[in-house]
């Protein structure tokens, strides 16, 4: 009987433990990636804003994706082809049963938007490291700069699925109000009120400021915590709501480039389940597109004093 109680215990004990190591469908601690780092199943991206970080030091087994290069058409503006996103995945050694991790600097905005690039061509079992670099390197966990050899992989990808991704012409109907689908502007405040064209020393902008009509305001940083990792999903939830977006409609997110808006994006589809798209064109292609309503608060003009 003791035997029988003592074994009723310990399986309570596994059950109610907090799972703090293991990953969920979309995110991984980095407890849990430093103990698989050598999973020969495992594989992990970089994909920082600032490139030359990765030659600096990186986690070990890490290859380094360029966002301005490895993950877009390099003469139009577009994400990378199907052919040259597989030729890629293939060179980072990817199976189609690989397990992927991604991670970058300035809380993963672009590590999430590479994601989202990811998810665009259905490549499965892909997650982000919860708190990326900020918080790996917080925690003083080792970081290596010998590069890191792979064998070719051998995935297949689909081609681009276009339901995770909003075109200009669906933002001109959203802006119209002749559809009834939410618009986040996850910038700052600053530049959602036309205060500010872009962030201080980004060159890609806009001839206008302001933000989409119909727009509601909920800047990505409010969904991270102090160490960089995402806040809980009932603190998500609420953050979210508190603006109207509570997931009964759809959703599309945008930002400037489209990195940011990322970040939210996943927040929003991955951690909440919501129905989402992410609008990469953003406000450096809405706020150039000729004839279409805008709202500036602010009142700047472009080349004014």
């Not at 690039?117 to 490549?123: L, N, P, R």
């Amino acid at each position: 009987m003791k035997l029988i109680k003592k074994a009723v215990l310990l399986w309570a004990l596994l059950v109610t433990a907090p799972a703090i190591a293991a990953p969920n469908n979309f995110l991984v601690s980095t407890d849990w990636l430093e103990k698989n780092l050598n999973d020969p199943k495992l594989r992990i991206i970089e994909v920082s804003v600032d490139t030359g970080v990765y030659e600096r030091g990186h986690i070990q087994n890490a290859v380094n994706f360029k966002w301005h290069s490895d993950l877009v058409d390099p003469v139009q503006r577009d994400i990378a082809s199907k052919e040259k996103f597989e030729t890629l995945l293939r060179q980072a050694g990817i199976n189609n049963d690989s397990t992927i991790v991604i991670y970058g600097d300035n809380n993963n905005w672009f590590a999430a938007w590479g994601a989202w690039v990811f998810d665009v061509y259905g490549v499965q079992n892909v997650k982000l490291l919860d708190g990326g670099r900020k918080k790996w390197e917080a925690e003083k966990r080792p970081l290596t700069p010998l590069a890191t050899k792979v064998n070719p992989g051998t995935i297949k990808i689909a081609d681009a699925n276009n339901a995770i991704r909003a075109k200009l012409a669906e933002v001109v109907v959203i802006a119209n109000k002749k559809s009834d689908i939410a618009l986040v502007d996850i910038r700052s405040n600053d530049e959602f009120t036309g205060k500010i064209f872009a962030p201080a020393g980004f060159q890609e902008t806009a001839i206008r400021a302001g933000h989409i009509p119909g727009a509601v305001n909920v800047p990505w940083s409010q969904a991270v915590a102090e160490d960089g990792t995402f806040k809980s999903a009932d603190e998500l939830r609420k953050i979210y709501a508190a603006a109207g977006i509570d997931g009964t409609k759809p959703i599309v997110t945008y930002c400037r480039i489209g990195e940011r808006s990322s970040h939210t994006w996943f927040a929003l589809s991955k951690i909440l389940g919501y129905d989402v798209k992410n609008y990469d064109g953003s406000w450096t292609e809405y706020g150039n597109s000729v004839g279409n309503p805008v709202i500036n608060t602010a009142g700047t003009v472009w080349g004014g004093k």
